[in-house]
């Protein structure tokens, strides 16, 4: 499969916004995600997307704040967030897979190198 690309990730205040861009370089999949993860604490789910279907599905820690969009023309999914927290600050990382259900979140296999997201009170 191709590669997964993030960008987008930066420093903002409490109350910013950012949008996270994952690209793919191939492929298109069936499910794609994103992901976080804080040092010193497991990687957590964040959002879930069909690229066949839509209907997101999010976190509660961010469900109202983040919306996963995509554009099937550049291979390209998209994650904005909006009224960012201290408790957002992670690594995000976009990941795709194509076996379903979308929502079974332990066998993503196609990852990306990760985007920074800190957030500052």
């Known amino acids: 499969q191709g590669q997964l690309v993030e960008s987008g990730g930066g420093s903002v205040q409490t109350g910013g916004s950012l949008r996270l861009s994952c690209a793919a370089s191939?492929?298109?999949?069936?499910?794609m995600g994103w992901f976080r993860q804080a040092p010193g604490k497991g990687r957590e789910w964040v959002g879930l997307?069909?690229?066949?279907?839509?209907?997101?599905t999010y976190a509660n820690s961010v469900t109202g704040r983040f919306t996963i969009s995509q554009d099937n023309a550049k291979n390209t999914v998209y994650l904005e967030m909006n009224s960012l927290k201290p408790e957002d600050t992670a690594m995000y990382y976009c990941?795709?897979?194509?076996?379903?259900?979308?929502?079974?979140?332990?066998?993503?296999?196609?990852w990306g190198q990760g985007t920074q997201v800190t957030v500052s009170s």
């Open positions: 990941a795709a897979k194509s076996t379903l259900p979308c929502f079974r979140v332990n066998d993503y296999n196609y």
């Open positions: 191939e492929n298109t999949y069936n499910c």
């Open positions: 997307t069909s690229t066949i279907s839509g209907g997101p």
